[in-house]
């Protein structure tokens, strides 16, 4: 009898557990939302979902063949594909020109592809590999953001530059495939969690398989951890301070323009969440979209290169807002806790009185401005005039030391 009630006891136990981890999706936008599901188990299903982004500038002719885009010491960046020399270029979101221009040193561009920022390094994947599939020579190229000298055209020295040398641990066969035949193509890449993760652009089904590798210098196997049926060509990724990731691609036969958003995953099983496809119309009207990278407040930044010698290349934003929780939205008062540079920003800039903000930034600093939608309201240096009054509201800033590479967002309101 003592067995029995022990047993019985156990079974509630295990039933209660059960209940407190019902897994199931649990995004309230979905069309299978479970309200008693505590556990995401990426079943989330969604309505067909599309955004057009808006132009918000031709680039400069000398980025005709843009790819890769990042965010990186408050400024956006990109650079050329195969194309290219061995440079980055920082560009002004607002006229899509040229502002500086960085040479590596000792190192060449094969076919480079996608570009990543963890904070402090930049990350240059040169794995481009659709001629034929059989690169023996695959490459990511780490630099520190500190190593970019003053100036508008600057050579960062080949000492600076770390090599991080990688093959895929199951290719097995280096025969030539032809072009466009391959499921070991990459074009894009982020940087999360002290490792480089790849998502492939598998030509052969139109799915991406999800690799790693560390970023230290050095030799690898990059490991193949998940796969995705993505519909789609992936030829671009970023990820958010808040680990919402945004995947670009098209799907070739259709010309089809996509993003999807990845969230709610678990540790760095970026498939195992919420898995949210959002369609943005054809190549004919956005031309093949190549580079990504995310803001803060879910607002970014798409390009393209120049499509069928009809379209330019050009600079796009859009803002995914709507589509995520608040909780991976920015909320708190710095976003940076416990760091000097905010902290001493945060104590010493009037940001009820915007007016006020371009004379109270230190100098070398430059700040950037958005509303609660994500647009972009004002961008300017250190001693420029903020130029108008806001309406009451929730606004975001972004204050940038550009030498250091330094930079913080806050969240304040307007009355």
């Known amino acids: 009898m003592r067995l029995s009630l022990c047993v019985i ?16 999706c649990t995004d309230p936008q979905a069309a299978n939302f479970n309200a008693g599901a505590t556990v995401n188990d990426g079943s989330c299903i969604y309505q067909p979902t599309s955004l057009t982004p808006q132009i918000k500038t031709p680039v400069s002719t000398l980025l005709n063949e843009t790819s890769g885009l990042v965010m990186a010491g408050g400024t956006l960046w990109t650079h050329n594909d195969s194309e290219g020399a061995p440079k980055i270029y920082q560009i002004d979101t607002l006229s899509g020109q040229i502002l500086r221009t960085v040479t590596l040193g000792g190192i060449t561009s094969v076919d480079w592809e996608d570009l990543a920022f963890d904070g402090t390094h930049f990350y240059v994947g040169d794995f481009g590999n659709n001629a034929n599939g059989n690169r023996d020579d695959l490459i990511i190229y780490k630099f520190p953001l500190s190593a970019i000298p003053a100036g508008d055209n600057a050579f960062v020295p080949a000492s600076a530059v770390e090599w991080i040398q990688f093959s895929y641990e199951d290719q097995v066969d280096f025969m030539p495939q032809g072009a466009n035949n391959t499921r070991f193509d990459c074009e894009a890449m982020i940087v999360r969690g002290g490792q480089i993760h790849l998502f492939t652009k598998n030509w052969l089904d139109n799915s991406t398989a999800l690799y790693t590798l560390p970023t230290a210098e050095g030799i690898y196997e990059a490991k193949k951890s998940e796969t995705f049926f993505s519909d789609g060509l992936i030829t671009g990724a970023d990820v958010s301070a808040t680990g919402v990731i945004v995947l670009c691609g098209y799907r070739l036969n259709s010309g089809q323009c996509f993003m999807w958003l990845l969230f709610d995953y678990t540790g760095d099983a970026f498939f195992s969440g919420n898995k949210r496809r959002i369609e943005l119309g054809t190549v004919l009207a956005s031309g093949q979209v190549e580079g990504i990278c995310l803001r803060e407040n879910g607002y970014g930044y798409l390009s393209n290169e120049r499509t069928l010698n009809l379209i330019p290349a050009r600079l796009y934003t859009f803002s995914i807002g709507q589509w995520l929780p608040a909780r991976l939205l920015p909320t708190s ?38 509303d609660a939608q994500g647009k972009i309201i004002w961008q300017g240096n250190a001693g420029e005039a903020f130029p108008r009054q806001l309406s009451p509201g929730a606004y975001y800033a972004q204050v940038s030391a550009l030498k250091t590479g330094q930079n913080c967002t806050f969240r304040f309101l307007q009355y």
């Open 9 to 24: 006891f156990f079974s509630v136990f295990l039933f209660q557990i059960s209940l407190s981890a019902q897994a199931g």
């Open 333 to 370: 008062d710095p976003v940076k806790k416990n760091d000097t540079f905010c902290d001493n920003l945060y104590k010493s800039l009037n940001f009820n009185n915007l007016l006020m903000l371009g004379g109270q930034l230190p100098a070398g600093a430059r700040c950037t401005v958005w």
